[in-house]
């Protein structure tokens, strides 16, 4: 327990992102703090990332978050596809939304509207 308690103080007080999430992976590796706590401190991890611009950063932890269970992982999926955009990589951003849209249902307004803020935002305001 103390060393889960001293890899989570490392993360908490991460001076970058890429501390964090050291120290994170190293609580994954280990086995400590697996499922939805794990993933979730990801999530947390991933909106912080993308706070800061650092979108493939954000990207990658994102798709941690949801693999390892976080409590919203239906976010967790719509906001990967986001920072994929926004990270630069408009193809697996755009095959990320598009497996979405397939799942949801192509007519899902709610997603629609996402993506099309996601393309704005990432300035592919033509396809928005």
Request: one cysteine or more.
């Amino acid at each position: 327990m103390g060393q889960t308690l001293d890899l989570l103080n490392v993360y908490e007080e991460a001076s970058s992102c890429a501390e964090a999430e050291r120290a994170l992976d190293a609580l994954r590796e280990n086995g400590v703090l697996v499922g939805v706590e794990l993933g979730d401190l990801y999530d947390d991890l991933a909106t912080a990332a993308g706070e800061e611009g650092d979108f493939l950063s954000a990207a990658r932890v994102q798709r941690r978050a949801w693999e390892l269970g976080c409590e919203r992982p239906d976010i967790a999926r719509e906001m990967l596809g986001w920072y994929l955009l926004k990270a630069g990589d408009v193809e697996a951003g755009e095959e990320h939304f598009a497996r979405l849209r397939k799942e949801y249902g192509s007519e899902d307004l709610e997603l629609l509207a996402l993506i099309g803020n996601a393309r704005l935002d990432s300035g592919l305001g033509e396809s928005a």
